[in-house]
């Protein structure tokens, strides 16, 4: 089933799947039981039950903007752009964000609405006729329904507790609880039961080839990667509640070990690989067209434009337009330091973050460095031009090379050291990086901590702006080290020191006319920087300033001088993670109105 053709499916479904408009996480909408059994009495309607859950992915609620571009963007790469405020989505990208944060309460219900929707599925299934009276094909179908149903569910657990911790816990729809007052559940209970869940699942859910499916739908890969990315998050650390303070989860091991085997299971199935081209990956979630290595293991589908049920991705993020054409607002900025962060081999740079934006008439214009931004998504890269802020671009929630990696890290921690596997896992991802310059990769370090080290910063080249990061960096306890970090690299930056000892203070540069049919590097390299003494454009970032006063035809950019204490720290509007807090502020308040709403629902974490 194309991709088209799946989504738009979502626009019939109605009546018993309507739950996600509740003003209460909770809430129950009056069924009866005559309905609920019709919904389920047949493969087709069944079908149309899934693809409800499916559409509580989907909008700007979840998937669509805020889940990956709000509540993720906050790590050491990439943040919210703007001034500071409480209430808004800068508040949360400064650590700041109080209960009352606009931002917060929508998230939270339509995750609990998809939760709904599930729970009427996966109880209903087995209870359906098609299982007493159907063909074997047909209950193989109510199988497959079933074990998508229980990966969603776990799916929308998994983005509850890495924003809000421990929260309450149902595996019933509404109607049939006693109590619909829940309190909050140990996230590691929970974890514990969602992978068991998906355990059963892989053995409904078929591979992507053998389900004739696009990555819009969830498959066996797609199954045993969640399960292994919610397995190192349940062997990690998150903030708990008694004690107030970063803890591990018990028995790693065990975890770790789920981790790699799921991921070596999608290894070994021969089903994904790696696409040649960074940049052409992306690039193929802009255009609906299937990517031939099926790197991508499960997007969240975009479709209809509308809110509800397409995304913002490439219009509130991504390289900036100003022109009338390809208008988008550059939502997200990255930090200045993570340029650095990659070699200028890595054809990576260039795409995760865009040094220029798109002005009126369509040139490029290099920006200052605390003005660039995000660049895997491009609304120029889409077919859709004027004013549209949806542009149906699909999430790309698990990659192949998120599963190298993983098994890399579980791997390294089973064996207190990486085995020749793990080595030549994370060694992929890096060839494909510096395709063309293969004799820039380095050396992979064979020690446990150095490996370790290795895969944190490689999976900050690797997943830039994809909301990892911050979720990474909790779950081994490095958010308050990488943030102090980036502080001092900051400061390194902006006096010209360390690393940063070379890096001009500005540039000069001519405008160039954007062409987005040309590669990421390549635009960068059209623009016409001013050089000297042999220094070649690809080195200007890289080499102290070319002139002193500005040459004649070119336009001074402020590059290292951009960099002013405000930004670093001590200003409560401007400053980068300002409002962090360890063993606090790694997780974000409940919305007041859902603490509201239950009389047995805590805020915890002192907000």
């Not at 009352?100 to 929508?106: F, G, I």
């Not at 200045?336 to 962060?341: A, D, K």
């Not at 973050?353 to 998504?377: H, P, S, Y």
């Amino acid at each position: 089933m194309n991709k088209n053709k799946f989504l738009t499916i979502l626009f019939s479904v109605a009546g018993l799947l309507s739950v996600a408009s509740c003003e209460d996480y909770l809430e129950v909408e009056s069924l009866s039981n005559t309905v609920e059994k019709q919904q389920f009495d047949s493969v087709s309607d069944t079908f149309s039950a899934l693809v409800g859950v499916y559409n509580s992915t989907m909008g700007d609620n979840t998937y669509g903007q805020r889940m990956n571009l709000i509540l993720a963007q906050s790590g050491d790469d990439l943040r919210t752009s703007g001034d500071y405020n409480a209430n808004d989505r800068r508040g949360v990208s400064c650590f700041g964000a109080i209960p009352t944060n606009t931002e917060l309460l929508r998230p939270f219900l339509d995750t609990y609405a998809g939760i709904e929707r599930a729970n009427l599925v996966i109880k209903n299934i087995p209870l359906s006729p098609v299982y007493q009276t159907g063909s074997e094909a047909d209950k193989k179908l109510m199988d497959r329904y079933l074990g998508e149903a229980l990966t969603l569910r776990a799916h929308f657990y998994h983005d509850l507790i890495k924003n809000w911790g421990d929260v309450p816990f149902q595996e019933l729809p509404s109607a049939d609880l006693p109590n619909l007052y829940l309190a909050k559940t140990d996230r590691d209970v929970i974890y514990d039961k969602i992978l068991d869940d998906l355990l059963k699942a892989e053995n409904f859910v078929p591979w992507k080839s053998e389900g004739n499916t696009t990555s819009q739908r969830v498959s066996k890969g797609a199954v045993k990667g969640l399960r292994a990315r919610i397995a190192l998050a349940r062997a990690g650390y998150s903030l708990r509640r008694s004690p107030q303070q970063m803890m591990q989860g018990t028995n790693p091991q065990k975890y770790y070990q789920i981790a790699y085997d799921e991921c070596k299971d999608i290894i070994n199935s021969g089903q994904h690989q790696l696409n040649p081209s960074y940049e052409n990956l992306f690039r193929s979630l802009h255009t609906n067209s299937q990517d031939a290595t099926n790197e991508v293991i499960y997007a969240i589908g975009a479709f209809g434009g509308n809110s509800r049920t397409d995304s913002k991705i490439g219009y509130y993020n991504g390289l900036r337009h100003d022109d009338t054409d390809w208008k988008s607002s550059g939502g997200i900025s990255a930090i200045p330091v993570y340029f650095y962060e990659f070699t200028k081999y890595d054809l990576r740079r260039d795409v995760n973050i865009a040094i220029f934006r798109v002005n009126t008439t369509k040139q490029q214009e290099l920006q200052t460095a605390i003005n660039w931004n995000d660049g895997k998504f491009r609304k120029s890269w889409t077919s859709i031009t004027g004013t549209s802020q949806n542009l149906g671009i699909d999430w790309p929630l698990l990659r192949y090379s998120d599963i190298l990696l993983i098994f890399a890290e579980a791997d390294n921690e089973l064996h207190s050291g990486p085995s020749q596997d793990a080595i030549s896992a994370v060694l992929a991802v890096r060839q494909r990086a510096y395709a063309g310059n293969l004799g820039q990769v380095g050396t992979i370090p064979t020690t446990k901590n150095e490996f370790f080290n290795f895969i944190v910063k490689e999976r900050q080249l690797e997943f830039g702006g994809e909301g990892l990061r911050k979720y990474d960096l909790i779950r081994w306890n490095l958010l308050e080290t990488k943030i102090n970090e980036t502080r001092e690299k900051l400061t390194q930056f902006m006096n010209g020191t360390g690393a940063y000892a070379n890096v001009p203070e500005y540039i000069f540069y001519k405008k160039v006319a954007y062409t987005p049919t040309k590669t990421a590097q390549q635009n960068v390299l059209d623009i016409d920087f001013y050089t000297a003494n042999g220094i070649t454009k690809a080195d200007v970032f890289y080499n102290p300033n070319q002139s002193v006063a500005t040459p004649s035809g070119y336009t001074k950019v402020n590059w290292r001088l951009a960099m002013t204490q405000p930004y670093i720290s001590g200003d409560p509007v401007k400053s980068y993670a300002y409002y962090f807090q360890p063993n606090r502020k790694e997780l974000l308040p409940i919305a007041l109105d859902v603490v509201n709403s239950n009389y047995n629902l805590t805020q915890d974490y002192g907000y």
